[in-house]
T-cell receptor, first 116, second 111 residues
């Protein structure tokens, strides 16, 4: 089954304790992206990646890191989480949007993170 | 910069038609998407427009005017299960693509 898988789905942590949210897709998509969703603000892009070893900042990258060592995986790293990073996080992937494909995003189920 | 505006909430009656508008300002436009998101779930793709005009897909249609920076999503024969948030999103950039989302329109369908 074609899917985007995120882990963990729920996490409560404390300020300053490094954590990683994993994301994996099995559709051979070039493009992957991380969003956070907060009430009234919608989905805001954190980082995206056009392909392996190619990453770029979205609109709200502060406090986050990413890596794209393999095509299927795009982990989100919070080196020193703070309470303002409490949010619902979505990973998404798509074809590139070039070569005539629409490039619609396929989303993971979301990871709800609480930082105390 | 980029900016995407859509109404915060709308209410409509089962069986009716509703139009959700979206206006945007962006550079390097490369397509407009509509996604549906039920409460507590992930967004799912509904429609895509890159050229001006209307795209129809069953009960859902989406329209785009690039010169006006305007799109709408039209939902016909509303059903209770259509109660959800509808997200307008614009893909921008040349080479490196970013997809930027509006805050979403929460649609309530009443009996």
């Amino acid at each position: 089954e074609a899917q985007v898988t995120q882990n963990p789905r729920y996490l409560i942590t404390v300020t300053g304790k490094k954590l990683t949210v994993t994301c994996s897709q099995n559709m051979n998509h070039e493009y992957m992206s991380w969003y956070r969703q907060d009430p009234g603000l919608g989905l805001r892009q954190i980082y995206y990646s056009m392909n392996v070893e190619v990453t770029d900042k979205g609109d709200v990258p502060e406090g986050y890191k990413v890596s794209r060592k393999e095509k299927r995986n795009f982990p989100l790293i919070l080196e020193s989480p703070s309470p303002n990073q409490t949010s619902l996080y979505f990973c998404a992937s798509s074809l590139s949007g070039l070569a005539g494909n629409t490039g619609e995003l396929f989303f993971g189920e979301g990871s709800r993170l609480t930082v105390l | 910069g980029q900016n995407i505006d859509q109404p915060t909430e709308m209410t409509a009656t089962e069986g009716a038609i509703v139009q959700i508008n979206c206006t945007y300002q962006t550079s390097g436009f490369n397509g407009l998407f509509w996604y549906q998101q039920h409460a507590g779930e992930a967004p799912t793709f509904l429609s895509y427009n890159v050229l001006d005009g209307l795209e129809e897909k069953g009960r859902f249609s989406s329209f785009l005017s690039r010169s006006k920076g305007y799109s709408y999503l039209l939902l016909k024969e509303l059903q209770m299960k259509d109660s959800a948030s509808y997200l307008c999103a614009v893909r921008e950039g040349t080479g490196g693509f970013k997809t930027i989302f509006g805050a979403g329109t929460r649609l309530f369908v009443k009996a």
